[in-house]
């Protein structure tokens, strides 16, 4: 299908949900204007404390366009590692032929050079349809409630997704919302299953109230697992970095947070919050080339996509901001960019996406990092 006829019908399909969606995509766009308004003063501050440099960049437009086969739209686009040679994807509010889904979950093979570009996604159905992978309850209304996943990991035969529920208190008002839990929900995947196959994930009780969207990204490191938290609070968008033993995942009390003091203790509210200008969800990986921790996010109101480095996890919040690339203006709208996150690394190459909110669409591009940036 051309381009043109992509986006009449990405159009067509969003009209549509403003005007029979129960929560609708209206709605959806008032949260995120309002919380960006919110924090544009704070903001402003610290766009003055970060560094631009050049960058080889290199633009894929819309990433992978097979996903339109299934899906109108969504945002998220989280890679999870299945096994050797099978990426899962986890996606947030997902535009479908029947209305809006507040996630879904997808397949693909790994991510290679050669796929990259076009890769086939395989999403999660069910007697045909594109279905929620977190299944609400039945006493859970999806007008006023949604599940929106994050990052995980796969240990041993488990599957675990972070998620959180948000509690829609009135759909027609901006930032009318509440978290209500920050949570993980898991999957026991049979030892004989296989593509195509029933999937079950078990929706936990919740790991935290304390507002925060934990799961915003998931690293595996040595013992570790390192699970990047989102949080806002007195006009500000920050980010805070929580580690567990990977075997202890389920157990809310033995997660220890970085401190101001750059050691690591179990009291969340002396956490050490970082960067206070971020979009939606990022990233965080270690880069083998560089011997360093890379974290990607995407900057509220310039758009901006931005790169951290530093040697440890702790030296994070003291880590430089390196304006990697700037998306181009969406022209006649106040909308704006979000969640920008690196997806893959191919040598030298990093390949982030970030979602355009006029599309609704996840948008590919890759960066040289061959030249050191500090």
Same mark, same amino acid.
């Given at each position: 299908?051309?381009?043109k006829?992509?986006?009449r019908?990405?159009k067509?399909?969003?009209?549509d &949900?403003?005007n029979?969606?129960?929560?609708g995509?209206?709605s959806?766009l008032?949260?995120?204007?309002t919380?960006?308004?919110?924090?544009?003063?704070?903001?402003?501050?610290l766009?003055?404390?970060?560094?631009s440099?050049?960058?080889n960049v290199? =633009?894929?437009g819309?990433?992978?366009?097979?996903?339109?086969?299934?899906?109108?739209?969504?945002?998220?686009?989280?890679?999870? =590692?299945?096994n050797e040679?099978?990426?899962?994807?986890t996606?947030?509010?997902?535009?479908?032929?029947?209305?809006?889904?507040?996630?879904?979950?997808a397949f693909?093979?790994?991510?290679d050079?050669?796929k990259i570009?076009?890769?086939?996604?395989?999403?999660?159905?069910?007697?045909?349809?594109?279905?929620?992978?977190?299944?609400?309850?039945?006493?859970?209304n999806p007008?006023?409630?949604?599940l929106?996943?994050?990052?995980?990991i796969r240990?041993?035969?488990?599957?675990?997704?972070?998620?959180?529920h948000?509690?829609?208190?009135?759909?027609?008002?901006?930032?009318?919302?509440?978290?209500?839990?920050?949570?993980?929900a898991?999957?026991d995947?049979?030892?004989?299953?296989?593509?195509?196959?029933?999937i079950?994930?078990?929706?936990?009780? *919740?790991?935290?109230?304390?507002?925060?969207?934990?799961?915003?990204?998931v690293?595996?490191?040595d013992?570790y697992?390192?699970?990047?938290?989102?949080?806002?609070?007195?006009?500000?968008?920050?980010?805070?970095?929580?580690?567990?033993n990977? *075997?202890e995942?389920?157990?809310?009390?033995?997660y220890?947070?970085?401190?101001?003091?750059?050691?690591?203790?179990?009291?969340?509210q002396?956490?050490?919050t970082?960067?206070? =200008?971020?979009?939606?969800e990022?990233s965080l990986?270690y880069?083998?080339?560089?011997?360093?921790?890379?974290?990607v996010?995407?900057? &509220?109101?310039?758009?901006?996509?931005?790169l951290?480095?530093?040697?440890? %996890?702790?030296?994070?919040?003291?880590?430089?901001?390196?304006?990697?690339y700037t998306p181009?203006?969406?022209?006649?709208?106040?909308?704006?960019?979000?969640?920008?996150?690196? %997806?893959?690394?191919?040598?030298?190459?990093?390949?982030?996406?970030?979602?355009?909110?006029?599309?609704y669409?996840?948008y590919?591009?890759?960066v040289?990092?061959s030249?050191?940036?500090?």
């Amino acid at each position: 299908m051309k381009l043109k006829q992509l986006k009449r019908k990405r159009k067509a399909g969003i009209s549509d &949900l403003n005007n029979n969606a129960g929560m609708g995509w209206n709605s959806v766009l008032n949260y995120r204007k309002t919380f960006v308004l919110v924090l544009l003063p704070l903001v402003l501050v610290l766009i003055l404390f970060q560094c631009s440099k050049q960058f080889n960049v290199t =633009d894929y437009g819309i990433f992978a366009p097979s996903r339109l086969a299934y899906v109108k739209g969504q945002d998220g686009c989280t890679p999870i =590692d299945f096994n050797e040679s099978t990426t899962i994807w986890t996606f947030g509010d997902t535009i479908t032929d029947d209305g809006m889904l507040s996630n879904s979950l997808a397949f693909t093979e790994k991510i290679d050079e050669s796929k990259i570009k076009n890769i086939s996604f395989r999403f999660y159905t069910e007697n045909g349809r594109v279905v929620e992978f977190i299944k609400y309850h039945e006493n859970e209304n999806p007008v006023k409630e949604r599940l929106w996943p994050f990052d995980g990991i796969r240990i041993g035969n488990k599957v675990y997704v972070y998620y959180v529920h948000v509690a829609i208190e009135d759909p027609s008002k901006p930032l009318s919302f509440t978290i209500k839990e920050s949570s993980i929900a898991y999957w026991d995947v049979p030892k004989q299953w296989d593509s195509g196959k029933r999937i079950a994930f078990v929706r936990s009780k *919740n790991i935290s109230r304390e507002g925060i969207a934990f799961g915003a990204s998931v690293l595996e490191m040595d013992e570790y697992l390192y699970v990047v938290g989102h949080g806002s609070k007195d006009n500000r968008s920050y980010l805070i970095i929580a580690r567990v033993n990977k *075997n202890e995942i389920m157990q809310f009390t033995k997660y220890e947070f970085l401190q101001g003091d750059s050691n690591w203790g179990k009291d969340i509210q002396k956490t050490k919050t970082l960067f206070e =200008d971020v979009a939606g969800e990022c990233s965080l990986h270690y880069d083998n080339n560089l011997s360093s921790f890379v974290l990607v996010y995407c900057q &509220l109101f310039t758009g901006n996509i931005i790169l951290c480095m530093a040697k440890s %996890i702790e030296a994070l919040p003291q880590a430089k901001k390196i304006i990697v690339y700037t998306p181009p203006k969406n022209d006649g709208t106040s909308m704006m960019y979000y969640s920008a996150k690196t %997806i893959a690394q191919l040598k030298r190459n990093v390949f982030i996406v970030y979602m355009n909110p006029l599309t609704y669409q996840p948008y590919l591009i890759s960066v040289d990092l061959s030249n050191k940036l500090w």
